[in-house]
């Protein structure tokens, strides 16, 4: 049902109507631990993001997504999602950017204190909470 609503609202071009639908399900499918869903709902999130030009929910969104892979120990797609929205200059030049290039850097070297580091000293994962991702649930 929310699923729909969001794509009734995409299809009538009110994609900024749909934030609070698109948060709900991403907490939904946390919740459930249905992490997979959740990253596609946030990568959604984003492209309704960019069309009605939300520059910092778009980059928001594309950091919580590469977060919730990161949590799934999913690193393989973690980096596919970072690649891929990387080629989009919003968040190649944001902070959202370099603070996921760092969380992936220290996933890599399996440093755990560093991930946590990163999380906890960066404001720009601490603004997510509002993306429907409470950092301290995934142990930041």
Known sequence: MYIDS???????????MA???YRAVTSLYLKLER????ATILLRWGLAADKCKAINSQCKAYLSAIIVYLYAHDIKQA????NDCSQIDAF?????????EKLLQA???A????????????STISNLDHMGLNHQRFGF
Request: proline share 0%; aromatic share 10%.
């Open 19 to 21: 934030f609070d639908t």
């Open 35 to 38: 992490f997979s869903d959740a």
């Open 107 to 109: 996933h890599r070297e």
């Open 79 to 82: 980096e596919q999602c970072y």
């Open 111 to 122: 440093d755990v204190e560093e991930t946590k580091h990163i999380a906890q000293s960066n």
């Open 6 to 16: 969001c794509g009734i609202l995409e299809d009538e071009g009110k994609e900024q």
């Open 92 to 100: 190649f030049n944001s902070e959202q950017n370099y603070c996921a």
